[in-house]
């Protein structure tokens, strides 16, 4: 008997210990679903009342770098519809299928499908739109606020600022970099309805605002870009090219004042039915595309040259070395290397630096490349910026070709010397020669200079000059700037020369390749100068993509980089030298 006693008292032990854990994991459930669950729980009970229409947030606008608007946000309409609201299907698909131009049996089937909230007819509709729409009083029918992208100028800088979606979502250029300072932040509208969707008539409604994009603000001088534009289309109109390219930097802070490529296209009026040709004249090619440099890529070397004489490497020459093979030609690996010109009557013998880069002489620069040697000639490669992406603030940038240091014979060490062999982009070759000329350091290239709020006037972020490396000493850097200066004064640059002021420059000249050959008859003519030469600030890159006649970037780009910077002289009010 007391053997059951105990096991009855077990077991009632047991059952309450039970139902004080069953009633205290109910209570924490419950504590959990109410202060945990809690706000998310009563969010999902609020859905099932409301229906919520959405306000899209303005996106921000872009301006030069003296304020000016470039790409702005003006008010637009989507339509809306909630099938259950809507009263007379027939009716309002005849009205919606003549203004929107949409079929009158596709409209008819989004206003009158089941087991949806709310459906969207049309999105980017003009002001104009919205209101025929507004007059025709049709249930179940709405219209949302909406932002429609506008570019001020259309195909003005239309390779750099880039377009957005039809949803508003930046896709290239700085709309896609920069896209999330740009896009803002969404509002809605939310209203009471029944367990149909129907709207209650004492119903509440709560608006929750939308918060516009914050402002870019360029490093781009819309007037300097405007100038580059002008240009570029008169090179394409004398020259027929395939097309044609120019970028204007500060060399002091690595600021890109203007960039711009020819043919382009209208952001205001997109070919989006033609991938191809939106795809190919929308790109930046400044920085996407590579090419070989030609005897632009002469600086180079010229800088490494001086800058080891100056560390005292016993493989170097010195500015006053004179070259005195006067053949024109360097037979390299079994490989002939020959100058542009025969070298008739001694032309281009007894040269010292300056004078093989006034001449553009290609043997000089294969004896000092093979002179200094593969080691120290990739070190300046590497120094220089080529064969890595600048860091531009621009998505898609391509860190150029170069041959591995491992697999480089000397041929093709030979070929890097005067700019073949190598292959980089537009960008690169501006801010190696940047470097080389601004007192030798070589900084990064930026577009943006500052992020702001439209409200407030508050800037959320400001980009400041960075210098990502040393190259060479400033008294390299100066006699290079002279030696350059020499060149545009009297040597293959003289079509850039303008009276007065001092313009330093190196012309190229460079075969394409195509499909992994070199192309017959098929050339890439560029010029990269630079003002003043004595205190470097200014620096035009122009590249002519297949000229037709004439291909010597002495003749074709150095004109209309001469024209550039005439024209910057004249809006800055710049005086001549005395």
Known sequence: MQDNYYITKKRLLSLCVAAIFLFAVIFLRLGYIQVVWGKELQARADEQWQRDLPIKAYRGDIVDTNGQLLATTETGFSVYARPQSVEHPDEAARALSSILQIDYDTILGKITKRGVSEVTLKRQLS??????????????????SEGLRRY?????LSQVLGFVSSDGVGQTGLEAYYDKYLQGLDGELLTETDLVGDELDNGSTTY?????GLVLTLTVDAVIQGIVENVLQLAM?????QAARCIVLDVTTGEILAMASKPSVDLNNLPRDNIEYLMKYSKNTLLTDVYEPGSTFKVLTASACLEEYRKGNPKAFSAQHVFGNSSGIRIVDGSKISCWTKH?????????????????CNPIFTDIALSLGKDTMYQYLEKFGYGSPTGIDFAGE???????????????LARIGFGQTIAVTALQLCMATAAAVNG????????????????????????????????????????????????????????????????????????????GALAAGKYVSSFVGFFPASSPKYLVLMIVDEPQGQS???????????????????????APVE
């Open 552 to 574: 010597y970037g002495s003749i074709v780009a150095a004109p209309y980089a001469g024209l550039v910077f005439r024209e910057i002289i004249n809006y800055k009010n710049i």
């Open 440 to 515: 030798g350091l070589l900084m990064r290239p930026y577009l943006v200079k500052e992020i702001s709020d439209p409200v407030s006037g508050k800037t959320v972020k400001r980009f400041s000059p960075v210098v990502e490396n040393r190259v060479i000493s400033e008294e390299t850097s100066k006699q290079i700037a002279a030696m350059l200066q020499r060149v545009v004064d009297e040597g293959g640059g003289k079509n850039a020369r303008i009276e007065g002021y001092q313009v330093g420059g190196k012309t190229g000249t460079a075969q394409k390749f195509v499909d």
């Open 152 to 156: 001020v100028y259309g195909d003005f």
């Open 127 to 144: 002001a104009d739109k919205a209101q025929e729409i507004r007059s025709c009083n049709l249930e179940g029918i709405y219209l949302a």
């Open 208 to 212: 929750i605002p939308a918060v516009n």
């Open 344 to 360: 008739a009557n001694g032309k281009h013998s007894n040269q010292t630096l300056s004078d093989a880069l006034n001449n553009s």
């Open 237 to 241: 109109y004398q020259q027929n090219p």
């Open 398 to 412: 391509q860190a150029g070709i170069l041959v591995p240091k491992t697999a480089v014979t000397n041929g093709d």
